[in-house]
């Protein structure tokens, strides 16, 4: 299985960070079609062939992805558009 595993730091307050997954993953999920929920401090999302969540702690956020087969063939992309969406919403410094 193919994954995706990006922390980003942030300097927001908790509510403001999760504000800022909730729009990258609403963004997200417009791109690639996913359906996502909040279950305490961390956002779950899938669709056929990924699952992820994205967990938001006090100073970082950590989004994590799996991807089946198919979709993996296409990790590149994906991970670059996530990289994007975080770089927007969190900032441009990040870890994989």
Request: proline fraction near 1%; charge should be positive; aromatic fraction near 10%.
């Amino acid at each position: 299985m193919n994954t995706i595993n990006i922390r980003r730091s942030h300097g927001m307050t908790p509510k403001k960070a999760r504000q800022a997954a909730e729009r990258v993953a609403h963004e997200l999920s417009e791109q690639f079609s996913f359906e996502y929920e909040w279950e305490g401090n961390i956002l779950h999302f899938k669709r056929t062939g990924a699952v992820g969540r994205i967990t938001v702690h006090k100073k970082d956020i950590e989004l994590y992805v799996e991807l089946n087969f198919l979709l993996g063939l296409m990790k590149s992309k994906i991970e670059r558009e996530v990289h994007h969406y975080c770089d927007e919403n969190f900032g441009s410094s990040a870890t994989t």
